[in-house]
Structures are given as C-alpha cells and as structure tokens.
T-cell receptor
Framework: KAGVTQTPRYLIKTRGQQVTLSCSPI?????VSWYQQTPGQGLQFLFE???????NKGNFPGRFSGRQFSNSRSEMNVSTLELGDSALYLC????????????FGAGSRLTVL | AQRVTQPEKLLSVFKGAPVELKCNYS??????LFWYVQYSRQRLQLLLR??SRESIKGFTADLNKGETSFHLKKPFAQEEDSAMYYC?????????????FGKGTHLIIQP
C-alpha cells in the first residue's frame, strides 16, 4: 500500500509569491489534514478536508487555503508569501473525518527568501 | 484553549536504563491523548494512543486526569528508541481543532 505522497519535497520562493503543495493520501483514506512545522512553533494544525469540503481550520490567516478533489487528493495554497511561512508542511491522511490516527507524508519544505 | 507541554527538549539516558518522557496537557473536557514518534530520516508516525491501553515497542503511557499528564515510559531503553517524541491531544468532538502537538522531546539512548 503506497504511503502519503507529498510534492514537491523542496521548494524556494520569494516574498510575495504564492505556492501550491500537493498531497495524495493513502488509498481509501478520505480525510486529509495539513500541518505546519517550524522550529519555533512546532507542529500546528492548518486544516482538514473530507469529502471535498474543509471541515476544520486552525488559527492561520486567510492566505492559507486548500482544497480536496473527488479522488481525495488535496492541495494547499499559500498566497503573498512571507519570510515566516518558511516551514515544513506536513500532510496526513486518515480513514475518516476527525480520526486522529494519522499517517503522515514526508513533507514539503518551503523556503521563502 | 488546549495546550500540550513537553518540558524536556532533550533527554539522554543509557541503554538499559528506564525512560520517562513527560507530557502535560491543558484541556477543559475529556481529551484523547497520543504519542507520535519520528525516527531519524523517517516520517512522523503514531506510537500509541491512550484509549488503546496497549504497549508498543515496550512503551506504555497512562492518562492521569488528576495531574493532566500522559507520560511515556519504558523500563529498559534500547538504542533504537532514539528519536523525536511528540505528545498530542485531540479534544472531544471528532478532532475539530485537529491535533495539538507538544514541541517534542529528543530522546538519545547512549550505548
């Protein structure tokens, strides 16, 4: 069974640009969650998608958004990038909405210059 | 607001010694608690959850609601236990706020 796949693994952007990250969940998993990991703040919940709808959202500005497709694949977008957005973005999938047994991907490391 | 505190950023013990990684939480309701682990060059993965009441790789954790703690314990540490350990909390209501993670404890097992 393939694991959670995130692309790209690494990317560099400049301030003001936008970025889109992709996540393919484990086959059969319908929920996709996104987390931001930084040295200062640790792991922070961004949002959760289930059945193509955002179900839960963490305390992040509206520049952070996402979507989920009918095949459960998810993308997250960050617009008007700031230096502080540099982080490892982790995607995790689970079988159901709100389930907390998460399977994580390897992450997408974003550097904003 | 829910919060998870792991007071030790780094914990170093010798092989064969007991290990205890501390986790304290703040939550007004009945939380669900987890330990996630990240071994070197591997992905973050679930180690155990309190409702399962099981021992994984020799680790156990008991939820103490009175002390609002969920410490992770192992009687005899092994070198392969070296990793980053994260305590996490989910509030009641189907994880509406996602998981709240502690900052993590880097466990080093010395030979």
């Amino acid at each position: 069974k393939a694991g959670v796949t995130q692309t790209p693994r690494y990317l560099i952007k400049t301030r003001g640009q936008q970025v889109t990250l992709s996540c393919s969940p484990i086959s059969g998993h319908r929920s996709v969650s996104w987390y931001q990991q930084t040295p200062g703040q640790g792991l922070q919940f961004l949002f959760e998608y289930f059945s193509e709808t955002q179900r839960n959202k963490g305390n992040f500005p509206g520049r952070f958004s996402g979507r989920q497709f009918s095949n459960s694949r998810s993308e997250m977008n960050v617009s008007t990038l700031e230096l502080g957005d540099s982080a490892l973005y982790l995607c995790a999938s689970s079988a159901d909405l709100g389930a907390n047994v998460l399977t994580f991907g390897a992450g997408s490391r974003l550097t904003v210059l | 607001a829910q919060r998870v505190t792991q007071p030790e950023k780094l914990l170093s013990v010798f092989k064969g010694a007991p290990v205890e990684l501390k986790c304290n939480y703040s939550y007004s309701g009945s939380p669900e608690l987890f330990w996630y682990v990240q071994y070197s060059r591997q992905r973050l993965q679930l180690l155990l959850r309190h409702i399962s009441r099981e021992s994984i790789k020799g680790f156990t954790a008991d939820l103490n609601k009175g002390e609002t703690s969920f410490h992770l314990k192992k009687p005899f540490a092994q070198e392969e236990d070296s990793a980053m350990y994260y305590c996490a909390l989910s509030g009641t209501g189907g994880g509406a706020d996602g998981l709240t993670f502690g900052k993590g404890t880097h466990l080093i097992i010395q030979p």
